[in-house]
Each structure stands twice: as structure tokens, then as C-alpha cells.
């Protein structure tokens, strides 16, 4: 089945800087990645997704891009706040109602 | 309006016994699925439901584990004879259609802690 690996664990940055996080996946049928932001206590909540037949996408200060080639795809927050400090997965699906996390990562923002 | 719902928020039982957990979806969500994420990993697809038929049960970890779902509403997690690596958080989810494609919306999740 689909593998989804996601690096750095964890993640620190200063207030204002940006943060990028990878995510690598094994099957190249695979044409659908979200990501999900988890706060302490919540269920994941959707921040923004891509199809495979775009490169990037970007909504305010998250922006999302792939590589199909390389099958990967990044998760990329400028202007980082407090309030970005939140675990952030990496998933990737064939459309087949299955979606295949990544482990995580813990973003913490510096005030 | 109102979010997918999970009861109980937490459970604590004792090896061998059985639990159910329930979750409530959005109201008209015809897609329902079963995570489990145990602690510091990543969301373990367990189940999913399209209405209540559930076409895929290829990631219920053993038969100790079923789920079933009433009509386009509630659905329930049974796990038999509880064991300790079943110690876990139960998120359920809920997306309005059929297909990847359509967002998934997170409950808050049941802690469930086998003794």
C-alpha cells in the first residue's frame, strides 16, 4: 500500500519566519494530497489540499506544492504566528475514499 | 451547525473486556470513516462507511475489532476483548460524498486506555 513519510518530526521557528515541511509517498498512482493541522485536544482540521494535475496552490499565507517526478510535495507557511504552533500530517490518496498519514509534525512558533 | 461528535471523550477499561465508541457525523454526510492514531504517530485507516455499507475493512487490525453504522447517521467501533496495544485515540470522520476528493471533517476523537 501507499507509504507516506514526513520529515522533520519537529519543527521550530522563529515568530515571522517561514516553515516548510516535506512529505515523500511511495505510489505514483496516487493523485490526491491534503494536509491536516492538529491542535492539543482536536481532531485534525483540513488547511489545504492539491490534485495531481497542479503544481502548486496557495491560500493566504499556506501554500502547497508537488512534485510528481520526485513524488513529493511540500507544506509551506509564511509570516509564521503563534497560532500555527500545531502537529501538521501529510496524506496522499488514489481517490479510492482511503487516505494514507503521514507520522507528523510538530511545528512550534517562537513568539 | 454542529461538527461529528465521538463519545465517550475518554475510556479507561480493563484488558479482556469489550467497548463501543460511538461517533455522530455531520448531519447528511453520506461518507463515514474509522482512525486510530496512537501516540506521537500518524492517523491508521481502520474502516470506512458509504451510507451504511462499508466496502472496505481491510484496515481493522484484527476480528476483534467491527464496525457498523445506522443508516447515514451514527456508527459504532466495537473492539472485543480489549488488549493493551489497543491503548489508542478513536478519531472518526465525515465527508459530504463519495471519493477522496471531498474533505473530511474530524471529530474530536475517544482516548481510549487499556489497563
Known amino acids: 500500500g501507499e507509504n507516506v513519510e514526513q520529515h522533520p518530526s519537529t519543527l521550530s521557528v522563529q515568530e515571522g519566519d517561514s516553515a516548510v515541511i516535506k512529505c515523500t509517498y511511495s505510489?505514483?498512482?496516487?493523485?490526491?494530497f491534503p494536509w491536516y493541522k492538529q491542535e492539543l485536544g482536536k481532531g485534525p482540521q483540513l488547511i489545504i489540499d492539491?490534485?495531481?494535475?497542479?503544481g502548486e496552490k496557495k491560500d493566504q499565507r499556506i501554500a502547497v506544492t508537488l512534485n510528481k517526478t520526485a513524488k513529493h510535495f511540500s507544506l509551506h507557511i509564511t509570516e509564521t504566528q503563534p497560532e500555527d504552533s500545531a502537529v501538521y500530517f501529510c496524506?496522499?490518496?488514489?481517490?479510492?475514499?482511503?487516505?494514507?498519514f503521514g507520522k507528523g509534525n510538530q511545528v512550534v512558533v517562537i513568539p | 451547525g454542529a461538527g461529528v461528535s465521538q463519545s465517550p471523550s475518554n475510556k479507561v477499561t480493563e484488558k479482556g473486556k469489550d467497548v463501543e465508541l460511538r461517533c455522530d457525523p455531520i448531519?447528511?454526510?453520506?461518507?463515514l470513516y474509522w482512525y486510530r492514531q496512537r501516540l506521537g504517530q500518524g492517523l491508521e485507516f481502520l474502516i470506512y462507511?458509504?451510507?451504511?455499507?462499508?466496502?472496505?475493512k481491510s484496515g481493522l487490525p484484527s476480528d476483534r475489532f467491527s464496525a457498523e453504522r445506522t443508516g447515514e447517521s451514527v456508527s459504532t467501533l466495537t473492539i472485543q476483548r480489549t488488549q493493551q496495544e489497543d491503548s489508542a485515540v478513536y478519531l472518526c470522520?465525515?465527508?459530504?460524498?463519495?471519493?477522496?476528493?471531498?474533505?473530511?471533517?474530524f471529530g474530536p476523537g475517544t482516548r481510549l486506555t487499556v489497563l
Open positions: 470522520a465525515s465527508s459530504p460524498g463519495w471519493g477522496s476528493y471531498n474533505e473530511q471533517f
Open positions: 448531519s447528511g454526510h453520506t461518507a
Open positions: 492539491i490534485r495531481s494535475n497542479v
Open positions: 496524506a496522499a490518496s488514489k481517490g479510492n475514499n482511503r487516505l494514507a
Open positions: 462507511f458509504q451510507g451504511n455499507s462499508a466496502p472496505d
Open positions: 505510489d505514483s498512482a496516487s493523485n490526491y
